[in-house]
């Protein structure tokens, strides 16, 4: 997370904003935890201006926040000892800028708007350059999985993950009424950061995964068993497997864990040993579709909304591509 443990915000203006900012970010979408954690972020900043000796949040200055900016830069984490994370440090300044970007949006009893301009909209807090290697498949392993393939049921979870550049946790999340078969479209509802986005589904992907949903997915519902038939827990499972679009082997919503461990039989069912030993998980052939789709000459920005990233510099990560394309894209 980042943030010490013993932050307490004494200026009341300050405490009154914090807790403005947590139903501010719930009415926008965020879940609790994430409410929660930008919260916990904005009261070390807040603690770190009162110490500064700055009561007033709308009298903060650019160079206050390069300030506050170099500080959390260097601040030792309270769990190794360590500079923060360089992750961390940035999801401390956007979430700053998010602040003030509420507090333009309302208004003093007066009518006039808390603060007019905004002391972040000039400034640049550089996204971190991913260092580790991502391992990802090319299109002929990625083929190599589909033919090892033996059930529908494999062949939807390689579909979901690979063709629709889902999430782990998006995969477990997906609901049967958010696959619209017709319209050859999939609704991410709840995306990272609580985003809703659609994905669009090839003909093969449409074929994949209606060919598990009527074919396999019925037999595969939740077994009732007599001792818990009357469990208010049975009761919630049967409705959350009523409602789930991938099912495991116990009729229940399909895993993390559950996930990859098909992808391992899959790689294992290859017998190709450079498969094996780039050790891909669900979330690696994520990375390879949005290669893919670059190798193939799909716009940087269209693969930025396939995947529901925010920040372009965030799909560069993902996907592999150079820096000379960004830049060519900005210009």
């Not at 009518?111 to 301009?117: D, L, R, Y």
């Not at 909304?305 to 993902?318: A, D, M, N, P, R």
């Amino acid at each position: 997370m980042g943030r010490p443990k013993n932050i307490i915000v004494v200026n009341k203006t300050y405490r009154t904003l914090a807790e403005t900012y947590y139903r501010y970010l719930l009415r926008i979408g965020y879940n609790a935890e994430s409410c929660q954690s930008r919260k916990n972020y904005l009261e070390e900043f807040l603690h770190w201006l009162a110490c500064q000796g700055h009561p007033q949040i709308e009298k903060i200055s650019p160079t206050d926040i390069v300030r506050y900016y170099n500080y959390i830069s260097e601040r030792p984490s309270k769990q190794d000892g360590g500079l923060l994370n360089q992750k961390t440090t940035h999801s401390h300044m956007r979430n700053i800028r998010k602040v003030f970007c509420m507090l333009q949006e309302q208004s003093e009893p007066d009518g006039q708007p808390k603060i007019i301009t905004n002391p972040t909209s000039g400034l640049k807090f550089p996204y971190p350059k991913e260092t580790a290697a991502r391992n990802i498949l090319d299109q002929q392993e990625i083929q190599a999985l589909y033919i090892v393939s033996e059930t529908a049921q494999e062949r939807a979870i390689l579909s979901l993950a690979y063709g629709c550049g889902l999430r782990v946790g998006e995969l477990t999340n997906c609901n049967i009424e958010d696959i619209r078969l017709r319209e050859k479209i999939l609704i991410v509802t709840k995306g990272k950061g609580n985003k809703r986005r659609v994905v669009p589904l090839s003909s093969g992907v449409a074929k994949d995964l209606a060919a598990y949903y009527y074919q396999e997915r019925e037999g595969g519902a939740l077994r009732n068993d007599p001792e818990d038939h009357f469990s208010e827990r049975a009761s919630l499972q049967r409705k959350d497997a009523a409602s789930a679009f991938m099912l495991n082997s116990r009729g229940r919503r399909m895993r993390k864990g559950t996930y990859n461990k098909h992808l391992k039989i899959l790689i294992e069912r290859t017998q190709n040993q450079v498969i094996k030993e780039k050790q891909i998980t669900i979330h690696n052939l994520r990375h390879s579709i949005a290669t893919h789709l670059l190798e193939q000459g799909i716009p940087v920005e269209q693969v930025r909304v396939f995947l529901g990233h925010s920040q372009l510099e965030t799909t560069q990560i993902y996907t592999h591509i150079s820096s000379k394309q960004i830049e060519n894209l900005m210009q």
